[in-house]
């Protein structure tokens, strides 16, 4: 993926992805902890080790990148091939850069990698979380949904004709 730029309110701020190292592992653990927190609460289902062993667990450092503003690690994102689509996991962002319009242009960016690609992708979103609406403005449908998870996916966008 290419280094972005993301327009707000305020002044311009600059952000790339950059390849993940194992000095990152725990820092986006204690991350995932940090924003999962409110939801997996909400839900009954917050454990303060399950919440970073989950992330250790499912880590894949071939397709994770790191999300940088400036020299800060804002966030991370997983993009990986799974069963005939790109499975999008991992994607948090720190409460500090929520809000600022990053996670849609990090989004962005990596959709339109995998529509120039021609590629499905598919993500879970836990029930209730607010970045379900960040997923349907950019095309994802449910495919399925129980207590916790929802399912959704999104076909490659039809270029314009």
Do not use: N
């Not at 992805?17 to 939801?39: K, S």
């Not at 499912?58 to 966030?75: E, F, K, N, P, Q």
């Amino acid at each position: 993926m290419e280094p972005g730029t993301i327009r707000g309110t305020s002044a311009p701020a600059h952000w790339r992805l950059r390849a993940v190292t194992t000095d990152d592992i725990e820092v986006i653990a204690e991350l995932r902890a940090a924003v999962m927190r409110p939801d997996l609460e909400r839900l009954g289902r917050y454990d303060d080790r399950r919440v970073r062993q989950r992330f250790r667990d499912s880590y894949s450092a071939r397709h994770t990148s790191v999300i940088m503003v400036g020299g800060d690690l804002a966030g991370c994102v997983t993009l990986r091939p799974a069963a005939g689509l790109q499975w999008l996991e991992h994607f948090y962002l720190a409460p500090q850069h929520q809000g600022r319009g990053l996670g849609s242009a990090v989004l962005g960016t990596l959709l339109a990698w995998t529509d120039a690609q021609g590629l499905t992708v598919g993500l879970k979103v836990v029930q209730g979380s607010p970045a379900r609406r960040l997923y349907e403005r950019y095309g994802f449908t449910v495919r399925s949904e129980d207590p916790i998870d929802v399912l959704m996916t999104r076909p490659p966008a039809v270029p314009a004709t």
